[in-house]
């Protein structure tokens, strides 16, 4: 190497300098070295910084990915724990909001077909639903209970069977399986038009049948009513042009109804006929009166006004007895109770039957265990139960005979026992006595008969009272009835 000394036009000189080349390569050795180190350890740290950063975000993936798995197994509480704001952070969280809507949505699901399935298992009328298929789709408690089905599925449940495996009655069949596809015969009842909700018109039409059904509890009316229903498809919902028709059966047990428009029904014929015997006898008795000549003729004009009075009393009797059972069954009134004390009870009876007892020469015996008995109750209806009770007493009792009634205190439970010593009741009749204008052989003839409800005026007086009445007769032998009142404490 050269070096000028000086200005270039008048130079003092040139320093030169050299050095043998197998020097500088010696001191250039340990730089390459140095920088060649440098490199690889570079590039092992570059890598060992990748491959951690690698497990970190695989581990951080890898939760991910478990979570993922987890929540589509049906696991809805797995969470994915995030931090940060990278991509993996983002991904974390996207999947914790979808996790938090599923479980909501499904909460939702959930709810609804608990309180469907309680609302159908609760109903009282049961409910079969069948596709178009005739495949029951939903069969409720009572619908079973009614019925008497059984399931052949392993899991005991209805859904998917035919409706021939599950319904017995073919009548029933032949409901379900009515489709809206079907043409509607002569027999059928008019079809009604309803509009859905996708502004389709669904042609329902109901079809009603009662039947008789044999269950663990007896025979009962059913009234069975069929009617098309829009099922949703499994690709869609009721809205979907998918969607099928299929038939819904709802059975309601109409047995109380039918018995109470029978006993209706019962009760007017018995009405009109226990009322045209009285008219007819006080017409007779007024026709013949007009023909009577009475200044002649007293003694026969005063017998038919006697029947005309006898009859008409009865009448009176027996509208005033149809009246009270009426008010008792209807449940309108209010019965308020009151304290009544025993004792002022059986003065006030046996005032009011004195003149019968004396007349019917019979022996009135009463009794009490305590003069304090104080008893809560509505006075009306229990006065309404023992005036019944020993009017048929003394009726059906002969002269010398018995009318006993005493009150005592078991615990909490009022006791009042009616008693005679009169004809009795046979046992066949026992359970029928109570019935509207059931008479026993005894009472169905003579000019004393009664009206025939007086003892089912005291049936429901009791129900209204909340008392229980016990019937003991012997034919021959005497009657006597027992109604036990409970206190409230």
């Keep these: 190497m050269a070096v000028r000394v000086g ?3 008048k ?9 043998a080349v197998q020097s500088i390569a010696a001191r250039a050795q340990p730089a390459r070295r140095l920088a060649t180190t440098i490199a690889i350890v570079s590039v092992f740290a570059a890598i060992l910084l990748a491959l951690a950063l690698a497990l970190l975000w695989s581990r951080r993936i890898q939760r991910i990915t478990e979570a993922a798995s987890s929540i589509s197994g049906g696991n809805l509480s797995a969470r994915v724990a995030v931090s940060g704001h990278d991509e993996i952070a983002v991904l974390g969280r ?3 909001d979808m996790r938090e809507k599923l479980s909501a949505q499904l909460g939702t699901i959930d709810r609804q077909r608990r309180t469907l399935d309680s609302l159908v298992s609760q109903l009282r009328e049961g409910v079969i639903v069948a596709d178009a298929d005739g495949r029951i789709v939903l069969v409720n408690s009572e619908a079973v209970e009614l019925l008497r089905i059984s399931s052949d599925g392993a899991d005991g449940s209805f859904v998917g069977q035919t409706v021939e495996q599950c319904v017995p009655q073919h009548n029933l069949q032949a409901l379900l399986r009515r489709t809206t596809n079907e043409a509607p015969s002569d027999a059928d009842e008019p079809s009604r038009e309803s509009v859905d909700s996708t ?9 009603e049948i009662e039947l008789q059904l044999t269950t663990d509890t007896g025979v009962r009316s059913v009234l069975a009513r069929a009617f098309d229903i829009r099922l949703p498809d499994a690709a869609g919902g009721e809205s979907s042009p998918s969607a099928r028709i299929g038939r819904t059966l709802v059975l309601t047990d109409v047995t109380e109804l039918t018995r109470v428009m029978q006993v209706k029904a019962d009760l007017a014929a018995n009405a009109s006929h226990e009322l045209r015997t009285p008219l007819s006898a006080i017409r007779a008795a007024v026709e013949t009166l007009r023909a009577v000549d009475w200044p002649s003729d007293a003694e026969s004009a005063s017998r038919f006004v006697d029947v005309v009075d ?24 209010r019965f308020d109770t009151t304290p009544i004390s025993a004792k002022r009870l059986l003065e006030e009876l046996h005032t009011t039957f004195a003149d019968a007892v004396t ?17 809560t109750a509505n006075p009306e209806l229990l006065r309404m139960i023992l005036r019944n009770l020993i009017d048929n007493a003394i009726r059906f009792t002969d002269p010398e005979g018995d009318i006993a009634l005493s009150v005592r205190q078991d615990g909490e439970t ?10 009795g009741i046979a046992l066949a009749e026992q359970q029928r006595v109570f019935e509207r204008f059931y008479q026993v052989e ?10 025939g409800l007086g003892l089912s005026i005291v049936r429901h007086a009791a129900t209204a009272l909340n008392a229980h009445i016990d019937l003991h007769s012997t034919l021959g032998q005497g009657t006597r009835v027992t109604i036990r009142i409970r206190q409230q404490v």
Excluded: Y
């Design 442 to 451: 005894q009472a169905r003839s003579g000019p004393d008969r009664g009206t």
């Design 11 to 19: 130079p003092l000189g040139v320093v030169r300098v050299s050095m």
């Design 414 to 423: 009022i006791v009042f026992e009616v008693a005679d010593t009169g004809c």
């Design 310 to 333: 006898r009859h008409s009393g009865r009448m009176e009797a027996m509208i005033g007895d149809l009246l009270d059972l009426s008010r008792l069954e209807s449940g309108a009134d």
């Design 7 to 9: 200005a270039a036009e």
């Design 359 to 375: 007349a019917q020469n019979l022996h009135w015996k009463t009794s009490i265990s305590s003069e304090d008995v104080t008893l």
């Design 199 to 207: 502004g389709g018109n669904l042609e329902t039409r109901s079809q």
């Design 94 to 96: 996207s999947l914790n």
